[in-house]
């Protein structure tokens, strides 16, 4: 009797099928990943995941019918019930709306470019339930729509709530991840090990009534406590 827990449930939704066929390819050669289904849409994805229950989507954003951000929100927002985990892979110079997607729900995005044993590595980091944020466009992206992501009625208030309910070393591991730091490169910045760190992301996130470090980054940049320059 084997111990080997059981394989990653993927689903592919992507309106092009040489690319869908690409990931397909790669997640099925995993020994620890099983391909569902595809789906060429997001009100397809949408249908195939209600049907499938697939642990992780791998969501593009422009497609027709349904884009991926109203696919991720239906799938994965506050309202969605036993939501998948939502990777978005996106063209950073084209797709504007990741930000969109990040909030709507998803888990984490990478880029289309990145290279197959990032893209394996990122659904299995989404189906643990860590977030990923694509470390080298995280400042670039976010702060790039800094302005969009502070509502001038709000901001000032949740700024003071963060701060009143999280320390000062706690305080400083959120600016850390809303830089798109790993536990590891904020261990360095911290001089602390990275047991700590994972301590701190969880008390952030359950102090703050996060879901992952995702939602922290888009909450650490509508309330101002990071700088959207470089």
């Keep these: 009797m084997s111990d080997a827990p059981p394989p990653i449930r993927v689903l592919v939704c992507d309106d092009q099928a040489l690319v869908r066929t690409g990931y397909v390819t790669i997640f099925s050669a ?18 195939a995941t209600r049907q499938l229950r697939p642990d992780v989507v791998v969501m593009d954003i422009r497609m ?20 998948p985990k939502v990777l978005v892979v996106t063209t950073f110079n084209v797709d504007a709306y990741v930000y969109d997607a990040l909030r709507a729900g998803a888990s984490g995005f990478l880029l289309k470019d990145s290279p197959p044993a990032e893209l394996v590595g990122a659904v299995r980091t989404v189906a643990r339930g860590e977030a990923l944020l694509a470390p080298a466009v995280t400042r670039h992206l976010i702060g790039h729509f800094a302005e969009r992501l502070r509502p001038a009625d709000t901001s000032r208030r949740a700024g003071e709530d963060v701060v009143s309910l999280l320390t000062v070393r706690e305080l400083e591991a959120l600016r ?16 602390i090990a990275p047991e ?23 909450l650490a940049y509508r309330t101002g406590l990071v700088s959207d320059t470089p």
Excluded: C, W
């Design 196 to 218: 700590t760190v994972k301590t701190y992301v969880s008390r952030i996130l359950t102090k703050l009534g996060l879901r992952d470090r995702v939602q922290a980054v888009v």
């Design 176 to 191: 850390l991840i809303a830089e798109g730091l790993s536990n590891a490169e904020i261990a360095a910045a911290m001089f």
């Design 30 to 47: 995993q020994p620890d990943m099983e391909v569902v289904g595809e789906a060429e849409n997001g009100h397809a994805a949408v249908q």
């Design 64 to 83: 027709p019918l349904l884009d991926g951000i109203e696919a991720t929100r239906r799938l994965a927002g506050p309202d969605a019930v036993a939501p």
